[in-house]
Structures are given as structure tokens and as C-alpha cells.
């Protein structure tokens, strides 16, 4: 895929959305995907600690909702920040890294691919 001036294989960043929301017999899934920005570690791990994400969401006992969560962003051109972006997609599960340069110009590239 082409975005701005840079070419990036997909299947090389991206964690498949699919393991982060993997359905389940519970009767909804609701889905909820955050906008980051790559050198925001300490804020996803602060939301990680203290949010809502973690609530354990049940309206009644019979009611059961499956609440996944996911941070999306794009790639960083800094290696080292890449690589520790690849890291904590793989220690937490729930980073979602995009085929496109994390920039303010490349926003409506995060959103439309959040649709794919």
C-alpha cells in the first residue's frame, strides 16, 4: 500500500485485529478502538492500569458483554521506537500497528483503515 511517500509491507506490522477481538459465546461484543500515538507508551499503559478497560462489564447475570479494547497506530520512521512498538504489541495484545506513517496528515489513513 502506498501512503505519502512510503511503501510498507502490512502483514509485517500489522496484528491481525481479529486476535484482539476474538469473538466469543458471549451474548455482545462490544469493541472499543483508541486512537495513540507511537511514543505514548506510558498513556496506553496508564489506561492498561487505571481505566475502565478493565472493568468486568455485566448488566445482569444473564447478560454477559465481551468488552475488547485495542490501541491503533501508525508506524514510527524512528527504528528504535518501531521496535519498541513491536514489543509491546507483543507483550500486551492489544496494539494494532498500521501500514502508514503516524503522522496529523496521515489521520484520515488511520481511520479509513480501521474500517477495513
Given at each position: 500500500?502506498?501512503?505519502?511517500?512510503?511503501?510498507l509491507?502490512?502483514?509485517?506490522?500489522?496484528?491481525?485485529?481479529?486476535?484482539?477481538?476474538?469473538?466469543?459465546?458471549?451474548?455482545?461484543?462490544?469493541?472499543s478502538?483508541?486512537?495513540?500515538?507511537?511514543?505514548?507508551?506510558?498513556?496506553?499503559?496508564?489506561?492498561?492500569?487505571?481505566?475502565?478497560?478493565?472493568?468486568?462489564?455485566?448488566?445482569t447475570?444473564?447478560?454477559?458483554?465481551?468488552?475488547?479494547?485495542?490501541?491503533v497506530?501508525?508506524?514510527?520512521?524512528?527504528?528504535?521506537?518501531?521496535?519498541?512498538?513491536?514489543?509491546?504489541?507483543?507483550?500486551?495484545?492489544?496494539?494494532?500497528?498500521?501500514?502508514?506513517?503516524?503522522?496529523?496528515?496521515?489521520?484520515?489513513?488511520?481511520?479509513?483503515?480501521?474500517?477495513?
Open positions: 500500500m502506498f501512503y505519502g511517500h512510503r511503501t509491507k502490512a502483514q509485517t506490522l500489522i496484528l491481525n485485529a481479529l486476535q484482539v477481538a476474538a469473538l466469543t459465546p458471549f451474548s455482545a461484543l462490544i469493541l478502538l483508541l486512537f495513540s500515538a507511537p511514543n505514548n507508551r506510558e498513556f496506553r499503559d496508564q489506561l492498561r492500569r487505571e481505566s475502565y478497560l478493565n472493568y468486568l462489564w455485566t448488566y447475570s444473564k447478560d454477559n458483554f465481551d468488552f475488547k479494547y485495542a490501541f497506530c501508525g508506524y514510527s520512521t524512528n527504528r528504535t521506537l518501531l521496535a519498541q512498538m513491536r514489543q509491546e504489541a507483543a507483550e500486551t495484545g492489544d496494539l494494532l500497528i498500521g501500514d502508514f506513517e503516524d503522522t496529523y496528515e496521515n489521520l484520515v489513513y488511520k481511520t479509513i483503515w480501521l474500517l477495513r
